[in-house]
């Protein structure tokens, strides 16, 4: 296995999951009840990557890991129906031109009525870019190329963004951070040696989950080491200021998508537990306050979301010959 297949988004965990984990036990995984509530859909995959709640559409968005895309799952006027009553994913994007790479985090731009879609080569991290679609029309307003005239790997992640519409695009292979501004012009790129933390294995993974926080800053975690930043933006002239934010309570190794719940409340997302973590003095530093173990450890959580005060977690992996894919509320 090359080290470029390894660092692609979570083919560390789909290694593991085919070559670790006994049959039987993943069947007696399948098998178990959780103990919260579980919203299931069939999908036309087998790896989903990022799921966000759109309140105003009132449907769950998905991105597609293997091959690209967009899909929605409607819940019910009732979402409280037992776990044999499954949703059906509905495909909303799959363009052509992009097919192949896979459609990593996303982020609901409401004040433009936007979606942002990070899209990347999952197996030679030889394509980075950041697509953006219209939430009413599912028209395509730009796909801008992050690794044009670049010789180094990447792969574009997760994506957060900022009240004037700029878009913060992590990258999980060379660890940096894109900024692609309303228009989809790349302005700036964020750089820090502090993204590097010695030991080759913490870097096999690295930049992930991002937050744009509203007091003008981001959050983001890097995936194998398990560290936290605060990044202070400082406008188009570079500068910006890069810290670790000191974590206490438990380690975010292994942390993926991050949900902001509150100025104050992150959710991590990652296995074998999400957590919640906690700051009183502006995310210098912050404590884990709560952990949630979904019990579906094989299917590799990577993202949460909040729909009506509640979070669910998604999980990489669907299972059966329907591809069935759970969203798992968490309770801390």
């Known amino acids: 296995m090359s080290p470029s297949f390894i660092s692609g988004k979570f083919s560390v965990a789909f290694f593991l999951l085919i070559s670790a984990v006994p049959i039987a036990y993943i069947i007696s995984l399948e098998r178990a009840i959780p103990s919260t509530h579980v919203i299931s859909y069939h999908s036309s995959g087998y790896f989903r990557e990022c799921v966000k709640w759109d309140e105003v559409g009132r449907r769950f968005l998905v991105s597609f890991l293997d091959g690209g895309g967009i899909g929605e799952i409607v819940p019910r006027d009732s979402d409280e129906y037992d776990g044999d009553d499954i949703l059906e994913e509905v495909t909303l994007v799959k363009d052509v031109d992009i097919a ?103 870097n096999l993974v690295a930049l992930n989950g991002i937050v744009y926080h509203p007091d003008g800053f981001l959050i983001v975690i890097h995936t194998f080491s398990g560290l936290l930043y605060k990044i202070e933006l400082s406008g188009e002239d570079g500068g910006d200021k890069v810290s670790v934010i000191g974590v206490s309570g438990g380690t975010l190794r292994f942390g993926d998508g991050l949900e902001l719940l509150s100025p104050t409340k992150i959710v991590v997302a990652g296995n074998p537990s999400a957590k919640l973590i906690e700051s009183s003095d502006g995310w210098r530093t912050a404590s884990v306050t709560g952990w949630f173990s979904s019990g579906m450890v094989h299917r590799f959580v990577s993202a949460a979301t909040v729909k009506e005060g509640r979070v669910y977690l998604t999980h990489i992996v669907g299972f059966g010959s329907k591809k069935r894919h759970i969203l798992v509320e968490a309770k801390f």
Request: charged share 25%; net charge positive; glycine share 6%.
């Open 100 to 202: 192949g790479n896979a459609s990593a985090g996303i982020i609901i731009d409401r004040v433009r009525n936007r979606l942002l879609v990070a899209v990347a080569d999952l197996i030679g991290n030889r394509y980075s870019a950041l697509a953006a679609y219209d939430l009413s029309t599912w028209q395509r307003v730009f796909l801008t190329e992050l690794s044009l005239h670049s010789k180094e790997k990447s792969f574009a992640d997760d994506v957060a963004v900022d009240e004037q519409g700029n878009a913060y695009v992590t990258d999980a292979k060379a660890s940096k951070i894109w900024k692609v501004d309303v228009n989809g012009k790349v302005v700036s790129t964020i750089r820090s040696p502090l993204f590097r933390p010695s030991g080759w294995y913490n």
